[in-house]
T-cell receptor
């Protein structure tokens, strides 16, 4: 049972570099989302997707891009990294059901931008 | 505005003592409430959820939470804390649409004294 898999676990970038954080789930969940976690601020939603080909912005979308070409994958792209993007990033998925189904989280990617 | 407040950033309890973590929410529609736990270096794991019905909900690891609509609260409780309960706890609220979008509180770090 892989669940939600995030790669890499750790990454260091220089200001201005770009990179893609990978997220894959094997539970056939339609809903996927990206959160960032910062001390004292809990988790904040960056982008989310309700199905392949459909994405939308969350609370803090600036500087990030997403796409959803398949049900399984939901990569997060940093277009030009800034020190303010130093954070821990979590990908999550949830299934379709009659009621609000809980989020399943990956183990996170710790990103440092210098 | 939709928000979740966890008033206690850090709580220390002795092993075997009872625990209550506070959560207050502000949400314009019927709230769907969750408690998640995060161990160091890990993703978030669902402890329990409230959608409707009985206002006292049971979760995993001996945790329970009580929904009080009049107080806009969803406090987490455990009668006897174990050293392995030391972690960070997050309260979250979502709406009735199953989009995987949650609003998280700032988190409460629980330390357990032997």
């Amino acid at each position: 049972n892989a669940g939600v898999t995030q790669t890499p676990k750790f990454q260091v970038l220089k200001t201005g570099q770009s990179m893609t954080l990978q997220c894959a789930q094997d539970m056939n969940h339609e809903y996927m989302s990206w959160y960032r976690q910062d001390p004292g601020m809990g988790l904040r939603l960056i982008h989310y997707s309700v199905g392949a080909g459909i994405t939308d912005q969350g609370e803090v979308p600036n500087g990030y891009n997403v796409s959803r070409s398949t049900t399984e994958d939901f990569p997060l792209r940093l277009l030009s990294a800034a020190p303010s993007q130093t954070s821990v990033y979590f990908c999550a998925s949830s299934g379709v059901s009659g009621v609000h189904s809980p989020l399943h989280f990956g183990n996170g990617t710790r990103l440092t931008v210098t | 505005a939709q928000s979740v407040t966890q008033p206690d950033i850090h709580i220390t309890v002795s092993e075997g003592a009872s625990l209550e973590l506070r959560c207050n929410y502000s949400y314009g529609a019927t709230p769907y409430l969750f408690w998640y736990v995060q161990s160091p270096g890990q993703g978030l794991q669902l402890l329990l959820k409230y959608f409707s019905g009985d206002t006292l909900v049971q979760g995993i690891k001996g945790f329970e939470a009580e929904f009080k609509r009049s107080q806009s609260s969803f406090n987490l409780r455990k009668p006897s804390v174990h050293w392995s309960d030391a972690a960070e706890y997050f309260c979250a609220v979502g709406g009735s649409s199953n989009t995987g979008k949650l609003i998280f509180g700032q988190g409460t770090t629980l330390q357990v004294k032997p």
